[in-house]
């Protein structure tokens, strides 16, 4: 009769004690993990990893470029979600710079998979438009900085369809000879 009441009284406890809303919710929420790549040696420079309450169906970043002010400004939004996930100033003459994300994480808080195989989303790459950069655009030795990345292989895992988005930044205008430019690989779970 003892070992039942046990039972019965401290099974349940185990069971919810182990589990945890927080895990479970984290799973389930909407991210983009926006990584940084530097353009001229394909050198993994950090990432930050945006969570959304709001779910949708859809992943479209929409580009906005403001000309007409100085310096000049470049904003990448989620456009189902109207939220800013990149925004930058551009100056011909100087240094723009990156305004949001404020900070990103280091290359070394990201873990790598020990595995040696290479991944590619199924659905390949797409370009953010940009209209005065369009073209060379290394998408393969850009992904092969990041493929080994386990948040990398954790969000194709849940979103295999996607097509991974990749943005050309440069802070002081393109054309500049490829001094400051990086990519930005966005990739949605």
């Known amino acids: 009769m003892k070992k039942?009441?046990?039972f019965l009284l401290f099974v349940p406890l185990i069971i919810?004690?182990?589990?945890?809303?927080?895990?479970s919710d984290n799973h389930t929420k909407n991210k983009v993990l926006m990584l940084k790549v530097d353009y001229q040696t394909f050198n993994f420079e950090g990432g930050v990893e945006y969570t959304f309450d709001q779910k949708t169906d859809s992943f479209t970043i929409d580009f906005d470029y403001i000309y007409t002010s100085d310096p000049e400004m470049i904003t990448l939004t989620y456009s189902e979600l109207n939220e800013t996930l990149f925004s930058?100033?551009?100056?011909w003459n100087g240094a723009g710079?990156?305004?949001?994300?404020?900070?990103?994480?280091?290359?070394?808080?990201?873990?790598?998979?020990?595995s040696e195989d290479v991944i590619f989303p199924s659905r390949g790459f797409?370009?953010?438009y940009h209209p005065f950069y369009y073209s060379n655009i290394e998408y393969y030795n850009a992904w092969m900085s990041i493929q080994n990345l386990e948040k990398v292989r954790r969000f194709l895992r849940s979103n295999p369809?996607?097509?991974?988005?990749?943005?050309?930044?440069?802070?002081?205008?393109?054309?500049?000879?490829n001094i400051d430019y990086d990519y930005y690989i966005f990739i949605k779970n």
């Open 126 to 128: 797409t370009q953010i």
């Open 16 to 23: 919810f004690t182990g589990c945890n809303d927080d895990d």
């Open 4 to 6: 039942m009441l046990f």
């Open 88 to 91: 930058g100033t551009v100056m």
């Open 161 to 177: 369809f996607q097509k991974v988005k990749i943005f050309v930044y440069s802070s002081s205008g393109f054309g500049n000879n």
């Open 97 to 114: 710079e990156v305004i949001t994300p404020l900070s990103i994480d280091p290359p070394e808080d990201f873990e790598t998979v020990s």
